[in-house]
């Protein structure tokens, strides 16, 4: 992974020693200097990167040396952190009500003995990095911008009919589409989009190809664009597919003339195969020159890219190609796999061959290249072998397909994805908790530090989900934390993926494969998925131990009781952790020395139903964002000193806690999402509250005994939702609501006399909420009838108007 995420990750470090330099607070003498000199030569490597990563792919040594530089970029990220830290922590002693206290709280270290000791820590790093930038001198790299290598790739539009299985059904859409009558479009776009192996070509020859559509257009082309977009050679492009046009010149005006005489008044089918440009403008700039044609003339574009397919589409909507039947890839797997009528004579390599499809998720790609592979081989062991090894390992024609869909990311956007690969198989992501993983590893950078962080992640988690990274899918239920009904998953093949660009940097670890690792552990290993369960007798694995700039550690499955000892040399020995995942697993206690983890910045201790106390040394975890307590029962308060989490923006609580505490509120002006769920002996929330400034969204839920909502929300000036679900004491909502101008979002359920109150127009509290712009009331009654209705819908094949039914609920899904 380091030849692909370097850039970015180099990027963000380079922009922390910037602002650092900066921050007087921290820097002073000769700290300032090394910095200052860290940076120079920092920027001087960083002028290279863009050629280095290019060298790399056909250079063993280049990509030697890029794997030595991001050990110390990653060291770099440490030290700043060390750095920022320490200004944190003056911050909150400049800045605390009463400063005697905090400062006993933090117990400050001598400032000089800080110096010192970050200072000999930077030299040393800066000797590092001064050695690897001369090492570059052997490569004679470019420091001028690199474009992007573009790999031509052709396609043809034959199509063998009867190789094809399962995509009777799209092809029959796609010839609908091509050949209904638009009568206001001169010319209308088809884009095919879906997954790398999917079929998108082939179904694309299909149609093609179909009788009706050569006997309805006078004129087809087929055109393969693959990655380079360039207006000039795409006309002439299409001139060589159309017959018995030739264009003397290649200038772009007489291309431009000869294209536009050759499809003049003539009804047309152009294929665009393999898309990949996102410029907007260039499109725009050849489909000017393609409306001459006549009416009713059609373009079908095929491409992995839903950006792509959304805005070529125009006024229409893309095909969304998906995957093929467990039943339609075994039949795929049959026919590549054995000579016809031989299957019959071999059913337990087709039983083994039905659980090697299953890996395959519906990707015909894949299919096809296993069976090839198994071709007249009916050794049970070779098949036995392809079912219990990864897929991706038989790289052949399955890993490029993939594999060019993450080459074509952004550098920001290819360590997100390859930080996917700390999630087990088939793992349900929530958007929220994603974007607070990769903001706690500092993925997420704001260049003019305008725009929120969260939004920054919405924006990357988009432009995954545009490019088929992630699957979107219906719940059967909505969720209590983030209540959204849509979830997403990664596709096996793409979570492979993730995994093998992730490298040396990923391991899985489960009770099987302990000392198998031990071989294999280094430094370099910074994501930990622990897989093993019931860990009650169990201590943490003495091989891992060696992995000690690991900076995530996450439980994979339920763990259920876990040993002390676990936990306390999981926290003592890994202090650069900055995500610490221990949700599904039971211990009463978080060792204190927790407070030593000064890089943390996301804890999930979820689901811990014995956990009874958090130590007040948490509080000392300045850099700490995100903090999951989701249904921890048992847990009987907040720390004293709560209020000193200033970085804190997510909080998600459940407890015994029967009045939020004022203190503790104070401080927490980062907050912007707070979840207070099952809290069944609150009575009330303190009018703290009003110190949340931050605060964006409040879900307060299951709160049986909680009577009223303190006045001091009309404080919370950038709330823009609220949702209150199932406090049934709650009468009334506090007059300042009123006063509220960002508020978008108002759901209220199971709330029977708030729910009576808010009625539009009628209820006594109506005139308090009238004027947010969505008000919903009991509206999980109609959430549970759309999943009842799709259920139905699936097996009776509901008619047009009871789609219309289904459609009425999907408004409050997207908000």
């Not at 909505?478 to 959204?484: G, M, P, T």
Request: proline content about 3%.
């Amino acid at each position: 992974m380091a030849e692909t995420i370097l850039s970015s990750l180099a990027e963000g470090v380079l922009g922390k020693l910037v602002s650092l330099v900066e921050q007087e607070i921290v820097l002073v003498g000769g700290v300032k200097g090394e910095i200052k000199k860290l940076e120079s030569t920092f920027s001087a490597i960083r002028a290279v990167l863009a050629d280095a990563e290019k060298q790399q792919r056909t250079n063993q040594a280049v990509r030697d040396w890029l794997e030595k530089l991001k050990d110390v970029v990653y060291d770099v990220d440490d030290v700043l952190d060390e750095l920022s830290t320490e200004a944190l922590r003056r911050k909150v002693e400049i800045h605390g009500s009463k400063l005697k206290e905090v400062s006993n709280f933090f117990s400050r270290s001598n400032p000089i003995a800080f110096r010192s000791k970050i200072g000999h820590k930077i030299k040393e790093i800066r000797g590092r990095l001064d050695n690897i930038a001369k090492d570059r001198s052997d490569f004679q790299f470019s420091t001028e911008q690199v474009e992007n290598v573009v790999r031509e790739r052709t396609s043809h539009s034959f199509v063998q009919e009867s190789d094809v299985i399962g995509r009777e059904n799209d092809k029959a859409q796609i010839v609908r589409k091509l050949l209904e009558s638009n009568n206001d479009e001169s010319l209308s776009v088809i884009p095919i989009v879906g997954l790398g192996g999917l079929g998108k070509t082939t179904l694309a020859k299909l149609v093609y190809n179909d009788s009706r559509v050569v006997e309805n257009f006078k004129l087809r082309m087929w055109v393969c664009v693959s990655e380079d977009f360039d207006i000039k050679k795409l006309i002439e492009k299409i001139i060589d597919s159309i017959p018995d046009v030739q264009c003397a010149s290649k200038e772009l005006d007489p291309l431009q003339k000869c294209l536009q005489d050759s499809l003049k008044s003539k009804k047309f089918v152009l294929v665009l195969d393999d898309v990949w440009n996102e410029d907007l403008t260039k499109w725009k700039e050849l489909e000017h020159l393609l409306i001459c044609g006549a009416r009713g003339s059609k373009i079908v574009v095929t491409t992995r890219i839903m950006k792509i397919a959304s805005f070529m589409a125009g006024k229409g909507s893309p095909y969304k190609l998906k995957g093929l039947s467990h039943d339609q890839c075994l039949s795929i797997l049959v026919k590549c796999a054995f000579e016809e009528g031989h299957a019959k004579l071999h059913p337990r390599l087709v039983e083994i061959g039905k659980e090697i499809v299953t890996k395959c998720g519906g990707i015909p790609l894949a299919v096809r290249t296993l069976g090839s592979l198994l071709y007249m081989n009916t050794e049970e062991r070779e098949w036995l072998n392809i079912r219990d090894n990864d897929i991706l390992q038989k790289e052949h024609n399955i890993l490029p397909a993939l594999m060019l869909s993450y080459q074509h990311l952004p550098s920001y956007l290819k360590q997100c994805f390859a930080f996917c690969s700390i999630f087990p198989q088939d793992y349900e992501i929530r958007r929220d908790e994603l974007i607070c993983l990769w903001m706690a590893q500092g993925f997420l950078q704001s260049p003019n530090k305008s725009q929120q962080l969260e939004d920054i992640g919405n924006r990357y988690f988009n432009e995954l989900i545009s490019r088929s990274f992630f699957q979107e899918y219906m719940r059967p239920f909505y969720s209590e934390i983030d209540d959204e009904i849509s979830s997403y998953k990664i596709h096996d093949l793409i979570l492979e993926l993730a995994q093998k660009v992730a490298s040396t940097e990923w391991i899985n670890v489960d009770g099987m494969n302990v000392d198998f690792i031990s071989q294999i552990i280094s430094e370099r290993v910074r994501h930990v998925l622990f897989v093993e369960k019931n860990l009650s007798e169990k201590k943490f694995p003495t091989s891992l131990l060696s992995a000690t700039k690991l900076r995530s550690f996450s439980f994979a499955c339920e763990v259920g009781p876990t040993n002390k000892s676990f936990v306390e040399t999981l926290i003592f020995h890994f202090r650069c952790l900055r995500v610490l995942n221990l949700a599904d697993s039971e211990f009463e206690e978080l060792p204190r020395f927790v407070g030593k983890l000064k890089h943390l910045r996301c804890l999930n201790l979820s689901r811990n139903r014995r956990l009874k106390a958090l130590p007040n040394s948490i509080c000392k975890l300045l850099n700490l964002q995100t903090l999951y307590l989701y249904d921890c029962e048992q847990l009987q308060d907040l720390p004293r000193d709560i209020g000193k989490l200033i970085s804190l923006r997510y909080l998600s609580l459940t407890s015994q806690l029967i009045c939020m505490p004022v203190k503790g509120l104070q401080g927490l002006t980062s907050l912007r999402t707070l979840n207070l769920s099952k809290l069944s002996r609150m009575t009330s929330l303190s009018e703290g509250i009003q110190y949340l400034t931050s605060l964006q969204i409040f879900r307060i839920r299951y709160c049986p005994r909680l009577c009223s909502l303190p006045s001091g929300m009309k404080h919370l000036t950038a709330l823009e939702k609220l949702v209150i679900d199932d406090c049934p004491n709650i009468s009334s909502l506090p007059d300042g609501l009123r006063s509220l101008t960002t508020l978008q979002v108002l759901d209220i359920e199971s709330c029977p006399h708030l729910s009576r109150r808010c009625q539009k127009d009628t209820g006594e509290d109506w005139p308090k909420i009238s004027l947010i712009p969505n008000v919903f009331i009991d509206i999980r009654l109609l959430r549970k009838t759309r999943v009842a209705f799709h259920v139905q819908k699936a097996a009776l094949r509901f008619t047009d108007a009871a789609e219309g039914c289904s459609r009425a609920f999907e408004e409050k899904d997207e908000i």
